[in-house]
């Protein structure tokens, strides 16, 4: 149970470093074009995958 639990977070981590990442790369135009400023982009890495 503790281990299923800490691979649980590890894979969570893991998708919010990907999805943190792939938001990075984009230019100021693209994420202005989904509606996302730069400065938000841990945030919604973060509740994407909390």
Same mark, same amino acid.
């Given at each position: 149970?503790?281990?299923s639990?800490?691979?649980?977070k590890v894979k969570?981590?893991l998708?919010? !470093?990907?999805?943190?990442r +792939? $938001?990075? !790369?984009l230019?100021?135009? +693209? $994420?202005e074009?989904?509606?996302v400023a730069r400065y938000?982009?841990?945030?919604i ?5 909390a």
């Amino acid at each position: 149970m503790f281990t299923s639990f800490i691979l649980a977070k590890v894979k969570a981590y893991l998708k919010y !470093r990907e999805t943190l990442r +792939e $938001l990075s !790369r984009l230019s100021d135009r +693209e $994420l202005e074009d989904i509606g996302v400023a730069r400065y938000q982009i841990d945030d919604i890495a973060r509740v994407a995958h909390a």
